[in-house]
């Protein structure tokens, strides 16, 4: 809010964008050009109306980072003068990706060999993490984190930090800056991990309502609760959440959920004199109070019919992250039973079990995960899950996740030539339906020409790539 107040002074409202340039500043009415897609409602519903807009050529037009109207071209861009409209005829501009379990300290370590989850974490993670008691090195992290985040096309995430309170405020002051819509804090484990990662419930406590105060609703961010997993906290710190929430209702609780078999029975293990007897590894999260309207579990690949509908009942949503649940094999996600239960389900990359900032790419792996238990993710499914559907499990789709009039104006525009074997692809497709789901079985990153924040350019694909090899090149 604060930053949308800041960039809206009159007196620099003069644009400076050329014709067929990108928009670089958000003061005045600006617009992009080019075929639009978005989302209304759940494409993988029965409704009688229909569940997104297509304009083949349509104009978005944006004041103020916010979205003042999209349609045909001819319609919307009729009053604007052509100094002010980026082209991106040919291009298909969507709302920004949004990521919905991430953890921005893992950046370095994607692709980290041979375990599963809980050898992972001790072999690989929890080394990593402990560097981000250094806050100028999370700072360094942080950058490198929000940039690819952009250049895969994604403008919002919910983001582990690790158990620092620095790590914390080094990812918020630079997702500041760039007035994406970022949601994180600080990590609370106060058991079985090396000392130097742990807190304790008190520390967890006051730490966390200090992050709260400097952070929540600063600007476009937002804080959340934190919890490693079950496993990593006491029946003490669990309560300590629970108090942040109670004092914080509208902060997220943000932790992982049966995502392996041995987690799985080590929690049932851990908390068997804590909860009642047949309480699920979700209940357990249940039974602490911490299953609200903003909680976001990550992985749920196990979870019961029983667990589905306590997730519908307490209107929690779950994080699918199948690049990582393929990666360190943890087990298909049963999407379909999830989405037929109407459980609100987003989509997540989990960097660095996951292995790629894209969610395109993470579609590609979320169809084969489907498929694999007999089920078909459409393009227009899995492009609804990537936006309007990601929105509504952190309850942001009053924000963000399509281009209604006054949602913030955040969106990418994707190449459907984006190298010589996809253009080659495309040109062959026959529907648009069909060009969707080839831009989700082969897009990546080099499929995002420009992705925008709050209707400002942040990132542009040929710049961005001129840079790169110029810096290479000197060095
Ligand atoms: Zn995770």
């Not at 298909?92 to 599963?116: K, N, R, S």
């Not at 995430?157 to 620092?164: C, M, N, Q």
């Not at 509908?309 to 999407?335: E, H, I, Q, W």
């Not at 379909?336 to 459980?343: P, Q």
Request: aromatic share 8%; with cysteine; glycine share 8%.
């Amino acid at each position: 809010v604060a930053i949308a107040a800041s960039c809206s002074s009159p007196s620099t409202a003069e644009a400076v964008v050329a014709e067929g340039d990108a928009i670089r500043t958000g003061n005045d009415i600006q617009a992009v050009r080019g075929s639009i897609l978005h989302f209304l409602r759940d494409p993988g519903e029965a409704a009688s109306a229909p569940a997104y807009e297509f304009f083949e050529d349509g104009g978005l037009v944006v004041r103020d980072g916010k979205v003042v109207a999209v349609g045909p071209a001819s319609t919307v861009l009729a009053n604007i003068s052509p100094r002010r409209i980026a082209d991106y005829s040919g291009k298909l501009i969507l709302p920004g990706f949004i990521d919905t379990h991430i953890h921005y300290p893992q950046t370095e370590m994607v692709g980290a060999f041979g375990e599963e989850l809980l050898q992972w974490l001790n072999k690989y993670t929890f080394p990593t993490e402990r560097q981000f008691a250094n806050q100028n090195y999370a700072e360094a992290v942080s950058k490198v984190f929000l940039d690819e985040l952009l250049r895969a096309g994604t403008t919002s995430a919910l983001v582990f930090s690790t158990v620092h309170k620095q790590s914390v405020d080094a990812l918020m002051g630079e997702a500041y800056k760039r007035n994406m819509r970022i949601i994180s804090g600080k990590v609370l484990m106060d058991r079985n991990a090396p000392d130097y990662l742990l807190d304790t419930p008190e520390t967890a406590y006051s730490d966390s309502k200090e992050l709260i105060d400097r952070w929540h609703k600063k600007g476009r961010l937002l804080y959340a609760i934190t919890p490693r997993f079950a496993p990593t906290s006491t029946p003490a710190q669990l309560r300590s959440a629970k108090r942040l929430v109670d004092e914080c209702p509208d902060c997220y609780v943000h932790t992982h959920v049966s995502e392996n078999k041995g987690e799985v029975a080590w929690v049932n293990e851990l908390f068997k004199n804590d909860v009642r007897e047949g309480t699920s590894y979700l209940g357990v999260y249940d039974a602490f109070g911490l299953m609200t309207r903003r909680a976001v579990f990550a992985h749920g690949v196990h979870l019961s019919d029983a667990d589905f509908s306590l997730l519908k009942d307490r209107d929690s949503a779950v994080s699918f992250c199948p690049t990582s649940n393929m990666f360190l094999g943890s087990g298909l996600f049963p999407y379909d039973k999830a989405h037929g239960m109407g459980v609100k389900i987003g989509l997540g990359t989990d960097i660095g079990a996951g292995t790629s900032f894209s969610q395109l790419h993470t579609l590609n792996e979320a169809y084969k995960v489907v498929k694999l238990q007999g089920g078909k993710l459409s393009g227009l499914q899995g492009l609804y899950a990537a936006t309007l559907g990601s929105a509504k499990a952190l309850d942001l789709e009053s924000k963000i996740g399509n281009f209604e009039r006054g949602k913030e104006a955040d969106f990418v525009v994707l190449d459907p030539a984006s190298t010589p074997l996809v253009k080659f692809r495309m040109e062959r497709a026959k529907t648009p339906q069909e060009k969707l789901f080839v831009l989700m079985t082969m897009g990546d990153d080099r499929s995002v020409k420009a992705t925008y924040v709050a209707g400002k350019l942040a990132h542009d694909r040929d710049e961005a790539n001129k840079a790169f090899a110029d810096g290479a090149n000197t060095k």
